[in-house]
């Protein structure tokens, strides 16, 4: 199954991965902790995306569609796939088509998870990640069991330098401009499918896994 994510900062798509990766057998591509992984290691995508990603502005798409497409060619891909914070323009949806034509496969659902914006500073201000696995937790809504320690791997927790207020509000104006608008992009391709964001994080990945029982 190769699947979309699309939705604001925040909307809960890492969260929501983590579950429908588990359960599909599919693997995670998020484009967000690509580019922190490139940043921590210091390569030259890495350098040159960090001015653009603490602003909370989007990396120029070449730059996205290359790292891509080299990253869609390795083998833990081959049983599919769930594109977290990919594709985030017009630009990089025509790229993505293009690329999945070439590859020989086919997409089979958008999910738009979709959540009020002043829910998403409130979620986003008070997430927290860890260094090592990249699992989110919110401190007051999902906390880990242990303060400022990893549930799953023991890491240490940090709060991502893009998640201070003035940032968060303008990745969300970002979000408005530059990402809305591939909501009509797939709706016109038939592959869009909303999901209500709010509420329980389990009752939110119930209302996904009826949707893409339905697709298998
Ligand atoms: P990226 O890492 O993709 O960030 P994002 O899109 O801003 O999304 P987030 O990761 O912030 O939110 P999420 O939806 O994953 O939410 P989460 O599950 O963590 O991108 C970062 C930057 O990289 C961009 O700004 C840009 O610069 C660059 N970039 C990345 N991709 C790019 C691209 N394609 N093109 C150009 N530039 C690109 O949940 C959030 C919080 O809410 C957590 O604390 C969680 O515990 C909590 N939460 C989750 N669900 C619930 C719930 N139901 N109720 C209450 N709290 C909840
Ligand atoms: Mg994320």
Known sequence: MRLIFLGPPGAGKGTQAEFICRDFNIKQLSTGDLLRYHRKEGT?????????????????????????????????????????????????????????????????????????????????????????????????YNPPKQEGICDVCGGELYQRSDDNEETVRNRLAVYEKQTKPLIEYYELKGLAYHIDGKGKIEDIYSRIKEILQNKT
Not at 65 to 93: C, H, V, W
């Open 44 to 140: 030259e995508l890495g350098k040159k995306a960090q001015e653009f990603m603490d602003k909370g502005e989007l990396v120029p798409d070449s730059l996205i569609i290359d790292m891509i497409r080299s990253e869609l060619k390795k083998p833990e891909y081959q049983n599919g796939y769930l594109l977290d914070g990919f594709p985030r323009t017009i630009a990089q949806a025509e790229a993505f088509d293009k690329l999945i034509n070439e590859l020989g496969q086919t997409l089979n659902a958008v999910l738009v998870l979709e959540v009020p914006t002043e829910e998403l500073v409130t979620r986003l201000t008070a997430r927290r990640t860890c260094r090592v696995c990249g699992k989110t937790y919110h401190l007051v």
